[in-house]
T-cell receptor, first 112, second 113 residues
Framework: DAGVIQSPRHEVTEMGQEVTLRCKPI?????LFWYRQTMMRGLELLIY????????DSGMPEDRFSAKMPNASFSTLKIQPSEPRDSAVYFC??????????FGSGTRLTVV | AQTVTQSQPEMSVQEAETVTLSCTYD???????LFWYKQPPSRQMILVIR??????QNATENRFSVNFQKAAKSFSLKISDSQLGDAAMYFC??????????FGAGTILRVKS
């Protein structure tokens, strides 16, 4: 298996633009998580899905953030409009049981 | 909500020596899972070791082992025979209900040659 695949690896965008981050989980994993990592706040859970259904989105910071999982093999995290304070590394992770997550390599987002 | 505390922002170890990273957590649950993750400069998050709370035996993975003290809610990671490739940020994590992981703030480990 290729692992959890995230794209793009780096994204630089201007304030006010829409940003879409993509994630392909490991086949057979029924949980998918989006985390954000910053120096100030560490690793924060934004939202997670179970069997493609959003279970907990209480970590999504504002209405500017939205996430979807249209099928078991694809998820997106969208920020619209983006702001400089959204600059961070965004991780997608998937899991099957309580064995622990497999993380993607993350997307480093820079909003200028 | 559960919390995970890593009290050592940074640690150093000489190559081939042993180092222990500390982690404490807060929970009222009796059955749960704990993890250590490694994040090297490449930023990839790598699962190092996993512990099930109902198992008294401490988990071991090659040079990595844990000291799990359930009553004290302590979960430390011991790295034996440290190697340069062990240099990274290490995160302790607790699994909440719903398979959510709560992470500590991390400990930067530096390995000196």
């Amino acid at each position: 298996d290729a692992g959890v695949i995230q794209s793009p690896r780096h994204e630089v965008t201007e304030m006010g633009q829409e940003v879409t981050l993509r994630c392909k989980p490991i086949s057979g994993h029924d949980y998918l998580f989006w985390y954000r990592q910053t120096m100030m706040r560490g690793l924060e859970l934004l939202i997670y899905f179970n069997n493609n259904v959003p279970i907990d989105d209480s970590g999504m910071p504002e209405d500017r953030f939205s996430a979807k999982m249209p099928n078991a093999s694809f998820s997106t995290l969208k920020i619209q409009p983006s702001e400089p304070r959204d600059s961070a590394v965004y991780f997608c992770a998937s899991s099957q049981t309580t064995y622990g997550y497999t993380f993607g390599s993350g997307t480093r987002l820079t909003v200028v | 909500a559960q919390t995970v505390t890593q009290s050592q922002p940074e640690m150093s170890v000489q190559e081939a020596e042993t180092v222990t990273l500390s982690c404490t957590y807060d929970t009222s649950e009796s059955d749960y899972y704990l993890f250590w993750y490694k994040q090297p400069p490449s930023r990839q998050m790598i699962l190092v070791i996993r512990q099930e709370a109902y198992k008294q035996q401490n988990a071991t993975e090659n040079r990595f082992s844990v000291n799990f003290q359930k009553a004290a809610k302590s979960f430390s990671l011991k790295i034996s025979d440290s190697q340069l490739g062990d240099a990274a940020m290490y995160f302790c994590a607790y699994e909440e209900y719903g398979n959510k992981l709560v992470f500590g703030a991390g400990t930067i480990l530096r390995v000196k040659s």
